[in-house]
Protein backbone atom coordinates (compact mmCIF):
# COMPACT_ATOMS: atom_id res chain seq x y z
CA UNK A 1 0.00 0.00 0.00
CA UNK A 2 1.91 3.48 -0.91
CA UNK A 3 1.61 6.30 1.52
CA UNK A 4 1.13 10.24 0.01
CA UNK A 5 2.48 12.75 1.43
CA UNK A 6 1.95 16.25 1.19
CA UNK A 7 4.22 18.48 -0.80
CA UNK A 8 4.95 22.07 -0.17
CA UNK A 9 5.44 24.12 -3.47
CA UNK A 10 7.59 27.28 -2.18
CA UNK A 11 6.92 30.20 -4.29
CA UNK A 12 8.18 31.27 -7.56
CA UNK A 13 8.21 35.11 -6.75
CA UNK A 14 9.52 37.09 -3.69
CA UNK A 15 7.54 37.79 -0.65
CA UNK A 16 7.69 41.32 -1.23
CA UNK A 17 6.76 41.48 -5.17
CA UNK A 18 3.73 39.03 -3.58
CA UNK A 19 2.26 41.69 -1.39
CA UNK A 20 1.73 44.12 -3.85
CA UNK A 21 0.25 41.89 -6.35
CA UNK A 22 -1.96 40.89 -3.20
CA UNK A 23 -3.04 44.73 -2.79
CA UNK A 24 -4.04 45.48 -6.27
CA UNK A 25 -5.76 42.10 -6.01
CA UNK A 26 -7.67 43.54 -2.97
CA UNK A 27 -8.42 46.95 -4.45
CA UNK A 28 -6.38 48.77 -2.07
CA UNK A 29 -3.84 52.14 -2.14
CA UNK A 30 -0.60 52.48 -0.26
CA UNK A 31 -2.33 55.53 1.67
CA UNK A 32 -5.26 53.15 2.73
CA UNK A 33 -2.45 50.78 4.61
CA UNK A 34 -0.50 53.76 5.83
CA UNK A 35 -3.40 55.08 7.18
CA UNK A 36 -4.89 51.93 8.56
CA UNK A 37 -1.25 50.70 9.87
CA UNK A 38 0.25 54.04 10.90
CA UNK A 39 3.87 53.19 9.04
CA UNK A 40 5.19 55.88 6.85
CA UNK A 41 3.76 55.38 3.21
CA UNK A 42 8.16 55.18 2.12
CA UNK A 43 8.22 52.14 4.13
CA UNK A 44 5.21 50.08 2.72
CA UNK A 45 6.70 51.03 -0.82
CA UNK A 46 10.07 49.86 -0.22
CA UNK A 47 8.40 46.58 1.18
CA UNK A 48 6.65 46.14 -1.85
CA UNK A 49 10.02 47.01 -4.39
CA UNK A 50 12.19 44.61 -1.86
CA UNK A 51 14.48 47.80 -0.69
CA UNK A 52 14.64 46.81 2.91
CA UNK A 53 17.67 48.52 2.98
CA UNK A 54 15.64 51.53 2.71
CA UNK A 55 13.65 50.65 5.48
CA UNK A 56 16.14 52.23 8.72
CA UNK A 57 15.32 49.08 11.14
CA UNK A 58 16.68 45.67 11.68
CA UNK A 59 14.93 42.43 10.17
CA UNK A 60 12.83 42.64 13.53
CA UNK A 61 11.24 45.85 12.76
CA UNK A 62 10.01 44.84 8.89
CA UNK A 63 8.52 41.57 9.87
CA UNK A 64 6.54 43.54 12.27
CA UNK A 65 6.19 45.87 9.75
CA UNK A 66 5.05 43.18 7.52
CA UNK A 67 2.66 41.65 10.02
CA UNK A 68 0.88 45.01 9.89
CA UNK A 69 0.86 45.57 6.24
CA UNK A 70 -0.76 41.72 5.75
CA UNK A 71 -3.31 42.63 8.65
CA UNK A 72 -4.52 45.46 6.92
CA UNK A 73 -5.30 44.45 3.65
CA UNK A 74 -6.83 40.78 5.04
CA UNK A 75 -4.60 38.03 4.61
CA UNK A 76 -3.23 35.34 6.53
CA UNK A 77 0.56 36.50 7.17
CA UNK A 78 1.63 33.18 8.63
CA UNK A 79 2.80 31.96 5.12
CA UNK A 80 4.30 35.70 3.72
CA UNK A 81 6.17 35.57 7.39
CA UNK A 82 7.65 32.32 6.84
CA UNK A 83 8.92 33.15 3.50
CA UNK A 84 10.15 36.38 4.98
CA UNK A 85 12.03 34.59 7.50
CA UNK A 86 13.69 32.38 4.48
CA UNK A 87 14.28 34.89 2.30
CA UNK A 88 14.76 37.68 3.92
CA UNK A 89 16.22 37.68 7.73
CA UNK A 90 19.51 35.77 7.27
CA UNK A 91 20.43 38.38 4.42
CA UNK A 92 19.94 41.28 6.06
CA UNK A 93 21.47 40.26 9.59
CA UNK A 94 24.37 40.05 8.15
CA UNK A 95 25.02 42.20 5.26
CA UNK A 96 27.89 44.98 5.63
CA UNK A 97 26.41 48.02 7.18
CA UNK A 98 23.67 49.62 5.02
CA UNK A 99 24.69 52.60 2.71
CA UNK A 100 23.36 56.03 2.25
CA UNK A 101 21.14 56.03 -0.86
CA UNK A 102 19.70 58.07 -3.02
CA UNK A 103 16.19 56.53 -1.58
CA UNK A 104 17.18 56.91 2.36
CA UNK A 105 18.41 60.73 1.87
CA UNK A 106 15.06 61.47 0.35
CA UNK A 107 13.12 59.75 3.25
CA UNK A 108 15.59 61.20 6.22
CA UNK A 109 13.33 63.21 7.75
CA UNK A 110 10.29 61.44 7.56
CA UNK A 111 12.27 57.79 8.92
CA UNK A 112 13.18 59.42 12.39
CA UNK A 113 10.97 57.26 15.17
CA UNK A 114 8.04 59.17 16.80
CA UNK A 115 9.73 59.58 20.13
CA UNK A 116 12.18 61.08 18.52
CA UNK A 117 9.52 63.65 16.47
CA UNK A 118 8.18 64.14 20.35
CA UNK A 119 11.63 65.12 21.35
CA UNK A 120 12.52 67.47 18.94
CA UNK A 121 8.64 69.13 18.67
CA UNK A 122 8.97 69.40 22.89
CA UNK A 123 12.49 70.82 22.64
CA UNK A 124 11.40 73.86 20.05
CA UNK A 125 8.07 74.57 21.80
CA UNK A 126 9.93 74.76 25.28
CA UNK A 127 12.24 76.98 23.70
CA UNK A 128 9.64 78.91 22.07
CA UNK A 129 7.37 79.21 25.44
CA UNK A 130 11.42 80.32 27.10
CA UNK A 131 11.56 83.47 24.34
CA UNK A 132 7.76 84.40 24.70
CA UNK A 133 8.50 84.32 28.43
CA UNK A 134 11.67 86.50 28.26
CA UNK A 135 9.71 89.24 25.85
CA UNK A 136 6.97 89.34 28.30
CA UNK A 137 9.39 89.34 31.63
CA UNK A 138 10.98 92.56 29.37
CA UNK A 139 7.91 94.32 28.54
CA UNK A 140 7.20 93.95 32.45
CA UNK A 141 10.10 94.53 33.97
CA UNK A 142 11.17 98.39 35.47
CA UNK A 143 14.44 99.37 34.00
CA UNK A 144 17.74 99.02 35.30
CA UNK A 145 18.82 102.38 36.61
CA UNK A 146 22.83 102.51 38.07
CA UNK A 147 24.29 106.47 39.87
CA UNK A 148 27.90 106.39 39.88
CA UNK A 149 28.13 109.73 40.52
CA UNK A 150 27.03 111.87 43.28
CA UNK A 151 26.32 110.30 46.26
CA UNK A 152 23.50 110.71 48.31
CA UNK A 153 24.04 113.54 50.69
CA UNK A 154 27.83 115.03 48.97
CA UNK A 155 28.44 118.31 50.12
CA UNK A 156 29.12 120.51 46.74
CA UNK A 157 31.45 123.57 47.43
CA UNK A 158 30.80 124.53 43.41
CA UNK A 159 27.01 125.56 41.86
CA UNK A 160 27.17 122.69 39.44
CA UNK A 161 27.73 118.73 39.74
CA UNK A 162 28.16 115.93 37.16
CA UNK A 163 25.47 113.17 37.06
CA UNK A 164 26.81 110.06 36.25
CA UNK A 165 25.36 106.80 35.46
CA UNK A 166 23.70 104.59 33.13
CA UNK A 167 20.51 102.17 32.22
CA UNK A 168 19.55 100.11 29.64
CA UNK A 169 19.66 100.93 26.11
CA UNK A 170 16.88 102.83 23.85
CA UNK A 171 15.15 103.82 27.98
CA UNK A 172 14.42 107.67 28.13
CA UNK A 173 16.57 109.66 30.94
CA UNK A 174 15.58 112.30 32.72
CA UNK A 175 16.82 114.36 35.52
CA UNK A 176 14.40 116.80 37.71
CA UNK A 177 11.77 116.39 34.40
CA UNK A 178 14.58 117.22 31.81
CA UNK A 179 15.63 114.86 29.28
CA UNK A 180 19.02 114.05 29.08
CA UNK A 181 21.15 112.15 26.28
CA UNK A 182 22.54 108.57 26.97
CA UNK A 183 24.91 106.87 24.51
CA UNK A 184 24.16 103.54 22.62
CA UNK A 185 24.76 101.42 26.12
CA UNK A 186 22.60 103.98 27.83
CA UNK A 187 25.78 105.74 29.71
CA UNK A 188 25.06 109.00 30.24
CA UNK A 189 26.78 112.40 31.98
CA UNK A 190 25.03 115.43 32.83
CA UNK A 191 26.21 118.36 34.66
CA UNK A 192 23.72 120.69 36.13
CA UNK A 193 23.31 123.63 38.39
CA UNK A 194 22.78 123.70 42.34
CA UNK A 195 21.43 126.34 44.37
CA UNK A 196 22.86 127.23 47.99
CA UNK A 197 20.88 124.69 50.42
CA UNK A 198 19.78 121.47 50.23
CA UNK A 199 19.31 120.44 46.18
CA UNK A 200 16.88 117.23 45.36
CA UNK A 201 18.14 115.91 41.92
CA UNK A 202 15.59 113.13 40.67
CA UNK A 203 16.69 110.74 37.80
CA UNK A 204 13.85 108.67 36.27
CA UNK A 205 14.84 105.92 33.39
CA UNK A 206 11.72 105.29 31.32
CA UNK A 207 10.72 102.57 29.14
CA UNK A 208 9.07 102.63 26.10
CA UNK A 209 5.69 100.92 27.61
CA UNK A 210 5.72 103.20 31.04
CA UNK A 211 7.75 101.29 33.45
CA UNK A 212 10.17 103.72 35.71
CA UNK A 213 12.92 103.43 37.68
CA UNK A 214 13.99 106.49 39.95
CA UNK A 215 16.97 107.72 41.84
CA UNK A 216 17.14 110.64 44.05
CA UNK A 217 19.98 112.47 45.35
CA UNK A 218 20.27 115.28 48.22
CA UNK A 219 23.10 117.46 47.27
CA UNK A 220 24.05 120.32 49.76
CA UNK A 221 25.68 123.21 47.89
CA UNK A 222 27.33 125.35 50.73
CA UNK A 223 28.65 128.64 49.20
CA UNK A 224 32.40 129.64 50.06
CA UNK A 225 32.66 133.37 51.60
CA UNK A 226 35.33 134.09 49.25
CA UNK A 227 32.73 133.27 46.05
CA UNK A 228 30.59 134.91 47.71
CA UNK A 229 32.18 138.31 48.62
CA UNK A 230 33.70 137.89 44.53
CA UNK A 231 30.20 137.57 43.14
CA UNK A 232 28.21 140.32 45.47
CA UNK A 233 31.05 142.81 45.78
CA UNK A 234 30.31 146.36 42.72
CA UNK A 235 32.95 146.27 40.42
CA UNK A 236 34.89 150.19 41.26
CA UNK A 237 36.26 152.11 38.23
CA UNK A 238 39.80 153.20 38.37
CA UNK A 239 39.65 156.73 39.04
Given at each position: MSTFSKKIIAPRDRVCLRLKRVRLEKNMSLEEIADKTK?????????????FDAIPHQSLYQKNFLKKYLSAIGVDSEEYLSQFRAEEMKATDTVAPKRFTRYTARYHLSSLPNILRYVFTGAFTACLLLYLGLQVK???QPPSL???????GMIAK??????????DPEVKVSINGQSIMSDESGNF???ISLTPGINTISVLAQKKHGKTTE???????????????????PNRLTE
Open positions: INIAYLSALENCQNVLVLTSPTDKNYINIAGASNQAEVRHIIYKETQEFSLSRDK
